[in-house]
């Protein structure tokens, strides 16, 4: 793209999508690759692409990424939402190659717990909010994912929703969510979804389904990357809500060394459910100890009974 020429990318974008739609991409993977320069370095990337763009349609839609890239910073209790934590790097790409016009899209994210699925989903629909696919009043992404097997929703009874899906879906956009873990299951509920909804849609379907790492994609989906959370992404979360709560750096330091070493593992790839179980208790610790002194007390509990 000549649009964003001398903007280092290597993302690849879907044939059918917009040029508007082919943007937002492009800035949501720069957002998430230059993440630890922060956002004046995103802004200065687009500053250089308007340099062909401004006047365009394509130039309009650059300016108001930049106007919200430079917006109000969201406030600690916003920072601590768990559906924030660092899922950028699949959300960017289930959000950036859905078609321009409304459609039924489906993405496998490969995750051993019906857990992260739930956030992954929250997040498509906060992030696509942000880049403007559509308001967060316009979405639906409620409730728990279900989780397919013959225990608990047999692929006959999950088909069978569908019917509710298709009223929702002339109101909204629809994000349904589904963790299946044996490949016959998740082959032959993505049949019977493709066989329902005839295109084109009134508002965009999201099938995603959760899949243990091990589980084949059905053919058809879009395999999106396996998230992987590492040391630096759980003090990334910290620092920020640390900071927007003016704490001094080296209680910001001593509060991640506590969460990191209840979480346990190793620097390159935590693991997945603790690392959500313990971000969860400690985003309810800082809605009640708001205040250093009252962090620093709390700190000093946890090192007496967790040592």
């Not at 106007?67 to 950036?96: K, S, T, W």
């Not at 569908?162 to 349904?176: A, D, F, G, P």
């Amino acid at each position: 793209m000549t649009l964003l020429h001398g903007i280092p990318v290597n993302i690849a974008l879907s044939q059918n999508a917009s040029i508007n739609v082919a943007i937002r991409q492009i800035v949501m993977n720069l957002a998430g690759s230059y993440d630890k320069y922060g956002k004046p370095h995103v802004v200065r990337l687009i500053d250089n692409a308007m340099l062909d763009a401004d006047g365009t349609e394509p130039g309009t839609e650059l300016k108001w990424i930049r106007q919200r890239l430079q917006g109000q910073q969201p406030g600690p209790a916003e920072l601590a939402q768990l559906d924030h934590f660092d899922l950028r790097q699949p959300v960017h790409m289930c959000i950036g190659t859905l078609p321009g016009t409304a459609a039924m899209s489906g993405f496998t994210v490969p995750t051993p717990t019906p857990r992260l699925l739930k956030h992954f989903c929250a997040s498509v629909k906060h992030r696509g909010a942000d880049s403007r696919m559509w308001r967060r009043d316009e979405i639906s992404a409620e409730g728990i994912p279900l989780v397919i097997n013959p225990i608990h929703t047999p692929v006959t009874l999950a088909l069978s929703r569908m019917r509710n899906i298709e009223k929702l879906l002339t109101k909204k956009h629809v994000i349904w969510s589904m963790f299946v873990d044996d490949a016959s299951d998740a082959a032959h509920l993505w049949r019977g979804i493709q066989k329902n909804f005839a295109q084109p849609l009134a508002h965009h379907l999201i099938v995603a389904f959760g899949i243990p790492p091990e589980v084949r994609t059905p053919d058809g989906m879009v395999q999106l990357p396996a998230p992987t959370f590492t040391v630096q992404d759980v003090r990334d979360w910290l620092e920020a809500i640390g900071t927007a709560l003016t704490f001094p750096a080296d209680l910001i330091d001593r509060w991640a060394r506590r969460v990191l070493l209840s979480i346990g593992g190793g620097t390159d790839a935590l693991p997945i459910h603790a690392v959500y179980e313990h971000l969860a208790h400690h985003s309810d610790v800082i809605r009640i100890h708001r205040t250093p002194e009252a962090l620093s007390h709390i700190l000093d509990d946890f090192d007496l009974y967790e040592g």
